[in-house]
Structure formats: structure tokens, C-alpha cells
């Protein structure tokens, strides 16, 4: 009982209250230096997010259902809602006046301002749009970068083309039962979920730790004859399945592991970072250098993961080190718990 009313006081957790704005300022006083720009560039994704939201939440009743009937730059059918979102990140971050570069997995080519702006957006806007028509989890993501001489020169393609050890801030949007948005600054990787009533993301998960094992595996198992020996053999691990010589459960490894894949990453990779495991989308005789996209999708996935002690790569080499060569660049992606993500990369390498 409280000591004035005979109401019974509730423990309000401290976090409870910080608002996403909130977070970011006090990031920014932590920063020596800062110019507020970041901030504000932050405040900008916010609000195209909240507008995406509210649109991908009514969809049924605006008529946003379904597709455009144009394809994108990867040959994709393009939903309504996909070109919605794109437009609304575009238009949004292009009046913050803070991006020198915006690239989109929805646009052909990077759009280079002529500008001084100091960062570089780099998006996803609806990811998992095959799941949009059914009411399954979808979402947006994103990747920030810093200009390497704003005041000097004008943005240029090879300045968007950079390693994802590079990124100043990655997030995703989860637009599932609630709406959550998870980000790094780089300290660390934090959840936020939206108050629909107010209108504001709230601190809700702070400082998420990717346990360093799991117990889920997030896959599309379809693609398993189109996948090397080497991941046939994983695959038949991770499901306790020793016909064929595939080794028994190792220490430590509580194999058959349960499969969950809804096939939108958001989704898939919200789950695997909080509760730990692995997602796997590796090259197959179908999609021979993946499925994702590395600057849309698999970099600031890594980034996030790394932030919060997961970890992520191809296979072989660290997602974060991948030297782009073109802005639509697909890659094997392997995230998740550092042993499961580590276990993956032995198969591959004929280790077990
Ligand atoms: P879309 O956004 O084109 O639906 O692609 C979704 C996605 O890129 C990613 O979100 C999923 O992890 C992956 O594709 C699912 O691919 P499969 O349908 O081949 O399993």
C-alpha cells in the first residue's frame, strides 16, 4: 500500500518513461562534439516509422493491400505497401537535410545529394512484403553511415559502398502485435516499443544480450536439396537426424533443435536475438551468393547482433568485413548465438 492512499502502489520499473528521443539525446551529450545532427536524423527515421506504421497497421481498409504491378531492381513483384514506405523514408529523410547519400533495395541507384549532409542512409523499407497480404510480421531496416569528408566534396557511390564495420547506427522495426524498434548507436543494442495511445517509442528492452546458445533454428528448409553437402549435413545436425553418417549432438548442444521460420528476416531475427539460436538464409543452386541483400539487410542485422554479442557472416567471413562491390549485393547470411553461428561456419568448412 502506498503511505497516503489505500490504493496498492505498483513498481514501476526505472526504465519505464525514457522515451527513443530521450535515449538518443542522452547519447549525444555522451558524445563530445556532437553537432545535434545525428540526433535529429534519428528523430527524422522515428517519425517515418511511426507513418509506416500507422499505414501498415490500417492497410485493409486504405485500399494498400497488394501489388503495384511493377517489379523492382531485383525483378521482385512490388507491393503497395512497399512503394508507401520507400516514399515515405525517401521524402522524410531527404527534407531532414542530414543525408548527403540515400540508397533503397527499392530504388535502382543511390540518390546523391547535392548536399553537405553528413550521413548516409542506407534502407530496407518493408522487409518480408510476402507476408504483408496475410497479416505476418513484417518490418523495415536500416543503416546509418557517416560521410567521410561532408564538407569537402559531394557525396559519391564509392563513399556508399563501405564495409558495415563502418555503420554509426542500424535498426529494424518489427511491426508484429506491437510495434518494436530495436537500434545501436554502437552502445550497445536497445528495444523501444511504440505506445500506439502517445505516439511514442518507449525504452522497453535495454541493453539486449544475444544468449550465447540456443535452441531454435530459423530456416527455409525447402531450399535443402539446392544446398552444398556440408550444409545438408548441418542442417541434418541441428535436427538430431544422424541418417547419412551426420554427426551425433555435440557437448553443449541440446540438438534436435526446434525449427521456427516465418520468412520475414525482421521477424525471424527479433526472436533469435532475444532468445538466442540461429537463422541461416546460405547461397543455394538457386540463389548462388544468397538471398539478402548485404547493405539493406545482412549489415545492419550484423551490426545489431554484434552489439549485442550474437554474431553474423557468410559462412566464412565476418558479415561486418565484406567489401561491397554494387549497392544490391546479396550475401549468405548466418546470424545468431556465437556457438550456433560458430558451429554453422564448422560445418561449412568441413570441420565436423
Ligand atoms: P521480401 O521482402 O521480398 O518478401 O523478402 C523477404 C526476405 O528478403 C527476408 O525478409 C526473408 O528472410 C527472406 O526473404 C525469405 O525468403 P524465402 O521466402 O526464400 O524463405
Redesign the pocket.
Known sequence: MSEHSSIPSIKVPAVVGTTLREHVLHGMHAAPGATGEFTSLLNHISLAIRIINSRVRSAGLSELLGYTGETNVQG?EVQKLDTFSNDVLMNVLERSGHCGAIASEEIDDAILAKNHGRYIALFDPL?????IDTNVGIGTIFAILRRTDPKLSLPSLPEVLRPGREIVAAGYVLYGPSTIFVLSTGQGAHGFTLDPAIGEFFLSQPDIRCPSRGSCFSV?EGNFTRWTPEIQRWAKWIRGDQSDGAPTATAGFNTPYGARYV???VA?AHRTLLKGGIFA?PADTKSKNG??RLLY?ANPMAFLFEQAGGAATNGKDRILDIMPSELHQRTPLILGSKDDVGAFRQFLAGER
Open positions: 521482385e522487409d518480408g512484403s510476402s507476408n527455409n520468412g520475414s528476416l525471424d538464409y538471398k539478402l539487410e
